[in-house]
T-cell receptor, first 116, second 114 residues
């Protein structure tokens, strides 16, 4: 059973560019959350997708946007990249068994984004 | 707003010695509580969780944690540390309101000396 997968593993971009990160959830999971982990910090919640809609959003600017596809995979897009966007971006998936939200989030290995 | 405090940035423990990592949270009600571990260059792995009931919870890899409501704490313990336990440990909380947003502490880096 494949866990949460993310691509690419590493990415280098220039200030002002745009980037798209991808995530495939664990089999059977339909909810995807994205987190940003700056160096030496804990992960910070960006947003969560369920049924192809953004269900909750953290304190991140509109430059951060996302999408969820019918197969539950997800993309994180960041526009107008800033140096401060350099971080490890983590995707987590979870599933509401029987309609009750599951709080067990399974994390992928992350995408390391470097903005120069 | 919810917050999580992990007061120890680094901890060094001798192999075979016991371990306790501290976690305090700030939240209006009792949240759901978690401990995750992150090895270098890796994602996060769930060690254990507390939702309700018995305040001493057992997790994977021989870890346990105790929820103390009066102290708003959820400390992680292990009786005997192995060299492979060296990693970054994160405490996290989630509101018990139906959404799954996790709020993390800043982490504690565990170093294990021979």
């Amino acid at each position: 059973d494949a866990g949460v997968t993310q691509s690419p593993t590493h990415l280098i971009k220039t200030r002002g560019q745009q980037v798209t990160l991808r995530c495939s959830p664990k089999s059977g999971h339909d909810t995807v959350s994205w987190y940003q982990q700056a160096l030496g910090q804990g992960p910070q919640f960006i947003f969560q997708y369920y049924e192809e809609e953004e269900r909750q959003r953290g304190n991140f600017p509109d430059r951060f946007s996302g999408h969820q596809f019918p197969n539950y995979s997800s993309e994180l897009n960041v526009n107008a990249l800033l140096l401060g966007d350099s971080a490890l971006y983590l995707c987590a998936s979870s599933s509401p068994p029987g309609g009750t939200p599951s709080y067990e989030q399974y994390f992928g290995p992350g995408t390391r984004l470097t903005v120069t | 707003a919810q917050s999580v405090t992990q007061p120890d940035i680094h901890i060094t423990v001798s192999e075979g010695a016991s371990l306790e990592l501290r976690c305090n949270y700030s939240y209006g009600a009792t949240p759901y509580l978690f401990w995750y571990v992150q090895s270098p260059g890796q994602g996060l792995q769930l060690l254990l969780k507390y939702f309700s009931g018995d305040t001493l919870v057992q997790g994977i890899k021989g870890f346990e944690a105790e929820f103390k409501r009066s102290q708003s704490s959820f400390n992680l313990r292990k009786p005997s540390v192995h060299w492979s336990d060296a990693a970054e440990y994160f405490c996290a909380v989630a509101p018990n309101t139906g959404f799954q947003k996790l709020v993390f502490g800043t982490g504690t880096r565990l170093l294990v000396s021979p």
